[in-house]
């Protein structure tokens, strides 16, 4: 009898099946060059759930191949190293040619659910696109990039994540020398508004077009057969900026440098800089301290959200239409799709952070009074964002008892108590049964947030001691924000008056 052949098929080979389509596009998008090898690289932490995500070998990423890919050190015949061309406006000032300073694409892998995804090494180098810049990442900024996506991954919100870093052995000057490091980025793609205004800015209408039709294929596949595909592209991503916008704010994230090379064309959160969560709840909140004048203040987010988009129909205008006021009329009705995502988005998303459903026969306009006057009492009494809603989250609006850990984060408390009499009136009729409404609460009142000053301790831990606990910690209930960790309860706590973090830098 003959045996099934026990000929073992050949080991699937552990690099990682990088793609190239970006790099297939014309060669002035991006620039080829390879990443400057790092003196003594050193794994600093593996992201393997990603890593599994991405289909790709954990145990390869982890062997000294991979970290000497990871580094830039050497790379697997699998890559194809690019930095890409991108323009940009900077804090309101249009900078034509800003591009990939200091990261570099190592390709594409299908994930698996069969996205695309973007592996890039941040602080990998001097690309052609460096200026007067090393090329290099300081290890804070890369740990903050680390916690802050997976925190945002972890909360539900669209985001670029790390896969990975290594210390470099080498250290960075900026204000002092500090330990270099490089950051893995994993990224839906890198292509941003600033990519558009590149090519719109030379008045290269076919790299515009060519991009566009790039950006439709890769993202926004359903709109390739629209007959106006161009007004339904800026339409669809000014839709998920709107939706991501209002997201940042329903968790008090701040992006802090909104520039138009930061805004990705994806939806994806991207560019963690000088970005943080606030604590006590103030619309006018700045921690990033290049924002002198307060642009990118979290109340802000909003309006400079939709004038980042306005820079991007201004490039898409030739391929809307040849006349130019048929072209702009075009755009602005793209652009409507702004405010229609955001409303429902962040309204309704207020309302259901304090339990309110929209049934049938709803004011909507009632309840979002209600919750803005929430936020007014908050603002005025200096109460945590996170903990108001998570600790409504908790509470019975008729059991005073319920209430008190609420009340007791405004400065005066009694401020609290009048609106929990209107929250009280509109729940009472409804006749829910407490548990589910709660249910539904903590499912979006977040009780882990990265808040900075656990931010800056892991940082004062890795920079000074090499200690990477804390980092482990942190990332630990940020990565499951919604669940309650009894043991890491002291996460939940807004810094004490000596730990506030007041300003963020981005570091590079
Ligand atoms: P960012 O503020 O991180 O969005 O960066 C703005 C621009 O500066 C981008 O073109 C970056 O690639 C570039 N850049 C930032 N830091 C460095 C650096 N250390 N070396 C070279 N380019 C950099
Ligand atoms: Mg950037």
Redesign the pocket.
Known sequence: MTRPSTAAAPAPSPLPAFEHSYAGLPGHFYADIAPTAVAEPALLRLNRALAADLQLDAHWLASADGVAMLAGNRLPATARPIAMAYAGHQFGNFVPS??????ILLGEVIDRHGHRRDVQLKGAGRTP???S????AALGPVLREYILGEAMHGLGIPTTRALGMVATGEPVFRERPEPGAILARVAASHMRVGTFEYFARRGDTDAVRTLADYLIQRHYPTLADDAEPYAALLAAVAARQGELIARWLLVGFIHG?M?T??MALSGETI?Y?PCAFMDAYDPNQVYSSIDRFGRYAYGQQPSIGLWNLTQLANCLLPLLDDDMDAAKTKARTALDAYGQAFEPAYYGGLRAKIGLTDDPGTDTGADDELVTDLLGRMAQHGADFTNTFRLLSDASPDDPGTLEPVRSLFAEPAAFDDWASRWQARLTPHNELDAERQARMRALNPAYIPRNHRVQAVIDAATQGGDLTPLEQLLAVVSRPYEDHAEHAEYRNPPAAHEVVHQTF?G?
């Open positions: 800003l591009g990939d300073g200091r990261a696109f460096s200026r810049g090393d090329g290099r440098v520039n090379d930061n560019d800089g981005c590079t």
